[in-house]
């Protein structure tokens, strides 16, 4: 079987004559935590709404668990949980009797109810009526309804939308938690990197349809590396010395100087040179650009600012 | 068989659950017990309309509910039902939801309709044990009435079930509607406009093809005393709602879910 839990081939899909997904080729790893990125608009809920078998893609093939799954959806559905957009509440239920309409509809034991509301933490305002819940409550009904099948995928659909920072921290642990301990491969999409940033293990960003960069979240942070400022005794001398030995150094003029990296482990390895060199560094400033501004920049969101 | 069954039975667990408290079973047991509180009332003040003539006070109490039932109340009522039973998944936007779990598209779609199915029937039932209720209370108060003297049972049962069987016809069109629009205009909207034309069109040579008027038809066999199940309002009735839901399920089953 394919070490990815996800995969999706040259996926196209359009409304009328408007293009939403573009050659769209995702892998997810098992066991992963992939955070899907991009702006809004970008085609986010499409590829989830694609992934789920809500879409009927024209081409392009999408397996899961390693089975097709125009072929067998209902196999495939079974071990997933999603949280599509907002949260789909009957407003006139309680909150249990929501989870226990998605129970009824999977068959499941009677008991996980329960059992997802304590997870969620709405034990005491299960008898509830859905409608009359804060926006967080809402979304964590919805992601109990998500996890309530005992999922080895959970598909999250910005899940943080309307909550608030303790909300946002809360959301993060018990997902972190669920990846850990048991092994649930996430899939999350947002438009907010840093929402993300400290969860995943994965990341896509996503544009006009278009898939702009996947790879693990150092890979990510290695593209953003450019310079790095590193303070010395003599600038000009040391990166001479650098140059010598391959690295691309220049002098900021008196104690200050510039090197240019691909990735993380050209800073050990400069540090090495100029310590085997006797050359003090006094210290060493990542000018990195924030992943912020890095996927600002490649989803052309921060043209304007 | 299990492949059939399991889905089906599962999604119906989930249907019966969400009706709890909705206005669409409300509706379903107030309708009809408001068209019997009015014939109870009527023959309350006018119990002389049973007795007099020495005739069969069965056929004059349930052969007027027949009229107006058939006619109007009830493909008024369940316009409004089936578009309420199908708006509680538009207002929720569940259909994302119930069609990303592991069910067959058409195993959703076929249980929506029983359940409305199921509702059509509570409605006809609810109205019957209604109104032997009347008659039984009527009788009470007015000894003279001679609802013993007569044996009316079969046929009014008989005449129940085709009114309902026919009913299945406009339900299913409305059905079709109500679960592709999210907008309640054009159900209700169809639905009332629909009704009227039947009332309408009643001297039209073909009212008997429209869908709208089966049940009145079907009705109309009350009063002929006619026994035999499938006469041709109750055909169509079934024949209409059976290829509407064979185009309904292949539609859903390809459409894209917003």
Same mark, same amino acid.
């Given at each position: 079987?394919?070490?990815?839990?996800?995969?999706?081939?040259?996926?196209?899909?359009?409304?009328?004559?408007?293009?939403?997904?573009?050659?769209?080729?995702?892998?997810?790893?098992?066991?992963?935590?992939?955070?899907?990125?991009?702006?809004?608009?970008?085609?986010?809920?499409?590829?989830?709404?694609?992934?789920?078998?809500?879409?009927?893609?024209?081409?392009?093939?999408?397996?899961?668990?390693?089975?097709?799954?125009?072929?067998?959806?209902?196999?495939?559905?079974?071990?997933?949980?999603?949280?599509?957009?907002?949260?789909?509440?009957?407003?006139?239920?309680?909150?249990?009797?929501?989870?226990?309409? #998605? !129970?009824?509809?999977?068959?499941?034991?009677?008991? @996980?109810?329960? &059992?997802?509301?304590?997870?969620?933490? +709405?034990?005491? $305002?299960?008898?509830?009526?859905?409608?009359?819940?804060?926006?967080?409550?809402?979304?964590?009904?919805?992601?109990?309804?998500?996890?309530?099948?005992?999922?080895?995928?959970?598909?999250?659909?910005?899940?943080?939308?309307?909550?608030?920072?303790?909300?946002?921290?809360?959301?993060?642990?018990?997902?972190?938690?669920?990846?850990?301990?048991?092994?649930?491969?996430?899939?999350?999409?947002?438009?907010?990197?840093?929402?993300?940033?400290?969860?995943?293990?994965?990341?896509?960003?996503?544009?006009?349809?278009?898939?702009?960069?996947?790879?693990?979240?150092?890979?990510?942070?290695?593209?953003?590396?450019?310079?790095?400022?590193?303070? #010395? !005794?003599?600038?000009?001398?040391?990166?001479?010395? @650098?140059?010598? &030995?391959?690295?691309?150094?220049?002098? +900021?003029?008196? $104690?200050?100087?510039?090197?240019?990296?691909?990735?993380?482990?050209?800073?050990?390895?400069?540090?090495?040179?100029?310590?085997?060199?006797?050359?003090?560094?006094?210290?060493?400033?990542?000018?990195?650009?924030?992943?912020?501004?890095?996927?600002?920049?490649?989803?052309?969101?921060?043209?304007?600012? | 068989?299990?492949?059939?069954?399991?889905?089906?039975?599962?999604?119906?667990?989930?249907?019966?659950?969400?009706?709890?408290?909705?206005?669409?079973?409300?509706?379903?047991?107030?309708?009809?017990?408001?068209?019997?509180?009015?014939?109870?009332?009527?023959?309350?003040?006018?119990?002389?309309?049973?007795?007099?003539?020495?005739?069969?006070?069965?056929?004059?109490?349930?052969?007027?509910?027949?009229?107006?039932?058939?006619?109007?109340?009830?493909?008024?009522?369940?316009?409004?039902?089936?578009?309420?039973?199908?708006?509680?998944?538009?207002?929720?936007?569940?259909?994302?939801?119930?069609?990303?779990?592991?069910?067959?598209?058409?195993?959703?779609?076929?249980?929506?309709?029983?359940?409305?199915?199921?509702?059509?029937?509570?409605?006809?039932?609810?109205?019957?044990?209604?109104?032997?209720?009347?008659?039984?209370?009527?009788?009470?108060?007015?000894?003279?009435?001679?609802?013993?003297?007569?044996?009316?049972?079969?046929?009014?049962?008989?005449?129940?079930?085709?009114?309902?069987?026919?009913?299945?016809?406009?339900?299913?069109?409305?059905?079709?509607?109500?679960?592709?629009?999210?907008?309640?205009?054009?159900?209700?909207?169809?639905?009332?406009?629909?009704?009227?034309?039947?009332?309408?069109?009643?001297?039209?040579?073909?009212?008997?093809?429209?869908?709208?008027?089966?049940?009145?038809?079907?009705?109309?066999?009350?009063?002929?005393?006619?026994?035999?199940?499938?006469?041709?309002?109750?055909?169509?009735?079934?024949?209409?709602?059976?290829?509407?839901?064979?185009?309904?399920?292949?539609?859903?089953?390809?459409?894209?879910?917003?």
């Amino acid at each position: 079987m394919s070490p990815n839990l996800i995969e999706t081939n040259a996926l196209d899909f359009r409304f009328g004559a408007h293009q939403v997904l573009t050659d769209l080729s995702i892998q997810v790893p098992t066991g992963a935590i992939y955070g899907f990125l991009g702006p809004n608009g970008a085609g986010k809920s499409t590829t989830i709404r694609a992934l789920m078998g809500l879409y009927k893609t024209p081409r392009g093939s999408i397996t899961l668990f390693g089975r097709d799954l125009r072929s067998e959806r209902e196999a495939v559905l079974q071990r997933i949980g999603a949280l599509v957009e907002s949260p789909s509440l009957y407003e006139h239920l309680s909150g249990r009797d929501n989870l226990e309409i #998605t !129970r009824r509809m999977r068959g499941l034991r009677k008991e @996980l109810v329960t &059992e997802m509301l304590k997870v969620v933490g +709405l034990e005491r $305002d299960a008898p509830r009526k859905a409608g009359t819940y804060s926006t967080g409550m809402r979304q964590r009904l919805g992601l109990a309804q998500a996890l309530l099948a005992e999922p080895d995928l959970l598909v999250l659909d910005e899940p943080a939308n309307g909550l608030d920072p303790q909300g946002m921290r809360e959301l993060r642990e018990l997902l972190l938690g669920l990846n850990r301990e048991r092994g649930i491969t996430i899939f999350i999409s947002s438009h907010i990197l840093s929402e993300i940033e400290k969860t995943a293990t994965h990341v896509g960003i996503i544009d006009r349809g278009r898939l702009l960069f996947q790879g693990s979240l150092g890979e990510l942070k290695d593209i953003s590396l450019s310079s790095v400022r590193i303070e #010395t !005794r003599d600038a000009a001398a040391v990166s001479a010395i @650098l140059g010598k &030995e391959g690295f691309t150094a220049r002098s +900021l003029g008196g $104690d200050a100087l510039a090197l240019t990296v691909k990735n993380r482990d050209e800073i050990t390895g400069a540090i090495r040179v100029m310590i085997e060199h006797e050359q003090p560094v006094y210290e060493v400033n990542s000018s990195q650009k924030s992943l912020e501004d890095l996927f600002l920049n490649m989803t052309d969101m921060g043209g304007a600012a | 068989m299990t492949k059939v069954l399991t889905p089906l039975c599962r999604s119906f667990g989930a249907e019966v659950l969400k009706l709890k408290g909705t206005l669409a079973l409300w509706g379903t047991l107030l309708g009809p017990l408001f068209l019997a509180g009015m014939n109870f009332l009527i023959y309350f003040i006018h119990e002389e309309l049973l007795i007099e003539g020495g005739g069969n006070p069965w056929a004059v109490l349930f052969g007027n509910t027949f009229n107006i039932w058939a006619m109007m109340f009830l493909p008024l009522l369940m316009t409004v039902i089936v578009y309420l039973v199908c708006n509680v998944e538009h207002r929720a936007s569940a259909w994302k939801h119930v069609y990303a779990l592991p069910l067959p598209r058409w195993s959703v779609y076929i249980t929506k309709y029983l359940i409305l199915v199921f509702l059509l029937f509570l409605a006809n039932g609810t109205l019957v044990l209604l109104q032997y209720l009347t008659a039984f209370l009527l009788w009470k108060i007015y000894p003279a009435i001679a609802f013993a003297d007569f044996a009316y049972d079969a046929l009014i049962m008989m005449s129940f079930l085709k009114v309902t069987l026919a009913s299945l016809g406009m339900l299913t069109i409305q059905f079709v509607i109500s679960i592709n629009v999210r907008n309640f205009v054009l159900p209700l909207g169809l639905g009332i406009f629909s009704i009227i034309a039947s009332l309408f069109l009643m001297r039209w040579e073909h009212i008997d093809l429209f869908p709208y008027a089966y049940a009145f038809f079907a009705g109309q066999d009350f009063s002929a005393e006619e026994m035999a199940l499938f006469t041709q309002p109750v055909l169509l009735g079934l024949a209409v709602s059976t290829v509407l839901l064979l185009i309904g399920t292949t539609i859903n089953s390809r459409r894209d879910i917003r």
